[in-house]
Every structure is written in structure tokens, then in C-alpha cells.
């Protein structure tokens, strides 16, 4: 495999909800991925429940891993509309969806369908730890690269929380491919930054 490829996929188990899985793969994810040796030498430190309790607090309430639910030009936080005020109709895909289902996913399943894998996660397949493991298996980045601007602002958002998993994003943000039509733009102040919230777990079948 790889070695992005199994940046992506080793990426891909750290932010996932962490589990048993999670604490028997650390040993060989610190060897084959040393860009996560960071977070992987928290998580074998921290207590299973910390660890968990840490997870939630992180991504459950404050950031979303939905790609779906990002807006365009804005960072998947949740706390940026902690009235329910900025976006009264819930559309917060980049399609005007809610980012829960319908045609908001059609184009992630899609994606999938077209390397011959049918999505049987129990997360939607817009959870970037779903889409990481697809660029690991297939290499298709493309709908990283896509958000590409929303993965820069989760990493900074990610680092000014002070959380482990920002070390995560810095590494999935370095070895993403450069193109000519990647939608990079200046990174608005944290401040101004902001969309919703989360729920669990990646999976493709063949």
C-alpha cells in the first residue's frame, strides 16, 4: 500500500469513535504511520473512558466530521450558531440539504459505486473517516480535495481547541494532493468561522 494511502487509512481509525480496535492497532499504526505517532502515543497513554470522553467532547458537540453538512466557505464547528438564529432551516450542506440524507449524499455514495464498493457503514458515507478509507482503498482523493478549504479550517479550529486529533489533520492536510482547480482560499479568522454537529463509524464493502 501507499504510504498516503496508509496515512489515510491509519487517519482513518484515529478518528474513528475510539475503541478496543483502536488501542490493539496503535503499536503498528505509530510504526506504518509516523506523521500520527503524536496522537497515537496520547491515545495508548490516556484511559479507554478518557480517551472516549475526549472524542465526544471534541466531535459530538463542537466539530463535525459530516463533509456534507460543511459549508462552503465556512469551518465545521458547531458552537457557530449557538441560538439556532444563522441557519433557521437546518441547510447546512453545501447543496442547501441538511447533510443527513437525500440528495446531499448522492454524490458520496456515488463516488463509492464508481470503484465498484457499496457503502455499508453505520455512518453516512460523507463521515471523513468513511471518505479517508476510501482514498486508502481506492485512491480517489477527490472528494478530500474538494473540501480541501474545510479540512484547513477544521485542522486550525482543531489546534486552537488544543486537542490531539489536530495533529490528525495536519497530516491528512500535508499529504493531500495539489491540483490546479483545488478550491485553497485565504482562511477567514477563527472568529468568523462555523457549521454543525456529528454522530459514528466508516465502512465500504466490496
Known sequence: ?????VLYQAAALCLTRPDDDLRARLPLLREAAPQLREFADHAALTPAAELAAHYARVFDSRHSLYLSRWRT????????????????????????????????????????????????????????????????RTG?????????AGLERLR????????????VLDAVCAALPVGPTDPVGPLRPLS????PAPRRSPGARE
Not at 482523493?141 to 474538494?146: E, K
Request: overall charge negative.
Open 156 to 167: 486550525a479550529r482543531l489546534t486552537a481547541f488544543g486537542t490531539p486529533y489536530a495533529s
Open 73 to 136: 466557505d465556512e469551518v465545521p464547528d458547531a458552537t457557530h450558531d449557538p441560538d439556532g438564529t444563522d441557519d433557521p432551516d437546518g441547510t447546512d450542506g453545501t447543496d442547501g440539504t441538511d447533510g443527513t440524507d437525500g440528495p446531499s449524499l448522492t454524490r458520496y455514495a456515488a463516488r463509492y459505486r464508481a470503484h465498484g464498493l457499496e457503502f455499508a457503514g453505520a455512518e453516512p458515507p460523507d463521515f471523513l473517516p468513511a471518505v479517508l478509507e476510501l482514498a486508502a
Open 1 to 5: 500500500m501507499p504510504s498516503d494511502a
Open 140 to 148: 480517489e482523493t477527490g472528494l478530500l480535495t474538494d473540501h480541501r
Open 192 to 195: 468568523e468561522e462555523g457549521p
